[in-house]
């Protein structure tokens, strides 16, 4: 089984500076990486994902994420940050591996934008 | 457009009572799933189902049952609720069998045990 392991817990940042949600996973075999934005009392929406090809994936609301096989990354940046994009950050691995193609994902990382 | 509806959305149960949530999807979907949420702890997976009339274990799978007799339908049953089961629960449905269909989430049920 794959593990998901989110490094910071909660994200504050001030109004339009830029922002990386840090993401490592325990192995790259057969693997594809998600995104997932989770804004209060809603249920989780793709903001991105990497099956294969470029390792740089942009997603919707100006978020991009770089896959690193060898450092089993898939950290999710953004430029600049709006007020608007203050929610639960989820990353997800499905692992091709197991039944179901199951999703295991991190602990979640709060973003906090600042005005 | 519905995607995935979650009923319902709200219930306060008391500790040994059972309940039942209801999950269907519109978008003919071969998988769908039940996860938990915690604060803290992610979503965790408790049951899977790959096509009608099949389930299989996630990773926290005690003190839940589940039941898939249509495909756009997938039931998670509570039958006797403990104050631990006091959860946000998600139902999640994908479309390939390939793994690179995204997962697509209700909009959950929030779930207090007393």
């Known amino acids: 089984a794959q593990s998901v392991t989110q490094l910071d817990s909660q994200v504050p940042v001030f109004e339009e500076a830029p922002v990386e949600l840090r993401c490592n996973y325990s192995s790259s075999v057969s693997v594809y990486l998600f995104w997932y934005v989770q804004y209060p009392n809603q249920g989780l929406q793709l903001l991105l994902k990497?099956?294969?090809?470029?390792?740089l994936v942009k997603g919707i609301n100006g978020f991009e994420a770089e896959f690193n096989k060898s450092q089993t990354s898939f950290h999710l940046r953004k430029p600049s940050v709006h007020i608007s994009d203050t929610a639960e950050y989820f990353c997800?691995?499905?692992?091709?591996?197991?039944?179901?193609?199951?999703?295991?994902f991190g602990t979640g990382t709060s973003l906090t934008v600042i005005p | 457009n519905a995607g995935v509806t979650q009923t319902p959305k709200f219930r306060v149960l008391k500790t040994g009572q059972s309940m039942t949530l209801l999950c269907a999807q519109d978008m003919n979907h071969e998988y769908m799933y039940w996860y938990r949420q915690d604060p803290g702890m992610g979503l965790r997976l408790i049951h899977y189902?790959?096509?009608?009339?099949?389930?299989a274990k996630g990773e926290v799978p005690d003190g839940y049952n589940v039941s898939r007799l249509k495909k756009q339908n997938f039931l998670l049953g509570l039958e006797s609720a403990a104050p631990s089961q006091t959860s946000v629960y998600f139902c999640?449905?994908?479309?390939?069998?390939?793994?690179?269909?995204?997962?697509?989430f209700g909009e959950g049920s929030r779930l207090t045990v007393l």
């Open positions: 189902s790959v096509g009608e009339g099949t389930t």
């Open positions: 999640a449905s994908r479309t390939t069998s390939g793994g690179t269909g995204e997962l697509f």
């Open positions: 997800a691995v499905s692992d091709l591996r197991d039944t179901g193609n199951q999703f295991y």
């Open positions: 990497y099956l294969s090809g470029s390792t």
